[in-house]
């Protein structure tokens, strides 16, 4: 079947642009998980949704950055007034339930690149 | 930030040879696992060790986890060029109201197996 699919491959930008980045889960996977990874480091949690609520938003670096899972399937990671140090792969990532022990299952990212 | 680190930051080995890597970790956690990660894209879950485990097998990958010392290892018996990737050990803390099952990764290690 299919597995997380994130859309654009890769965004490049100017700064102080607004962007949005795409992901759809496994079909049927309730939650649904925001992380960011800049180079050479592992990746850092942002937000995460239970069904339609964001149920954690404790991992958003600040105002700028917003998420939105409107049905409970796709999400969009929204970022207003990108600046530089924003470039880094957005990684989104689902699994059937939350709880301790059902694996994420990950997208390639989205490699965002800010000018 | 990152919840703990991962030893060696770089391992070079050749075809055939074990690799180790380690994890260390700060907080008390649910399970600790691992994942690989090729070209800075997607990650692929390899191995998920509850934190009353000890040790846990899946193919050529063994993981031991010592929740006294705060650590976890990984070895790949036999490595294969294909095993030429980043592996990160990644933790799903205990006792945060509605965390979910968020991730906190460390920082990888790096893997080249050379043919």
């Known amino acids: 079947g299919a597995g997380v699919s994130q859309t654009p491959s890769n965004k490049v930008t100017e700064k102080g642009k607004y962007v949005e980045l795409r992901c759809d889960p496994i079909?049927?996977?309730?939650?649904l998980y925001w992380y960011r990874q800049s180079l050479g480091q592992g990746p850092e949690f942002l937000i995460y949704?239970?069904?339609?609520?964001?149920?954690?938003d404790s991992g958003l670096p600040n105002d700028r950055f917003f998420a939105v899972r409107p049905e409970g399937s796709v999400s969009t990671l929204k970022i207003q007034r990108t600046e530089r140090g924003d470039s880094a792969v957005y990684l989104c990532?689902?699994?059937?339930?939350?709880?301790?022990?059902?694996?994420?299952?990950f997208g390639p990212g989205t490699r965002l690149t800010v000018l | 930030s990152q919840q703990g680190e991962e030893d060696p930051q770089a391992l070079s080995i050749q075809e055939g040879e074990n690799a180790t890597m380690n994890c260390s970790y700060k907080?008390?956690?649910?399970?600790l696992q691992w994942y690989r990660q090729n070209s800075g894209r997607g990650l692929v879950h390899l191995i998920l060790?509850?934190?009353?485990?000890r040790e846990k097998h899946s193919g050529r990958l063994r993981v031991t986890l010592d929740t006294s010392k705060k650590s976890s290892s990984l070895l790949i018996t036999a490595s294969r060029a294909a095993d030429t990737a980043s592996y990160f050990c990644?933790?799903?803390?205990?006792?945060?109201?509605?965390?979910?099952?968020?991730?906190?990764f460390g920082g990888g290690t790096r893997v080249l197996v050379k043919p």
């Open positions: 907080t008390s956690i649910n399970n």
């Open positions: 949704f239970q069904g339609t609520g964001a149920a954690d």
């Open positions: 079909s049927g996977h309730t939650a």
């Open positions: 060790i509850r934190s009353n485990e």
């Open positions: 990644a933790t799903d803390a205990t006792g945060i109201k509605a965390a979910g099952n968020k991730l906190t």
């Open positions: 990532a689902s699994s059937l339930i939350s709880g301790s022990y059902n694996e994420q299952f």
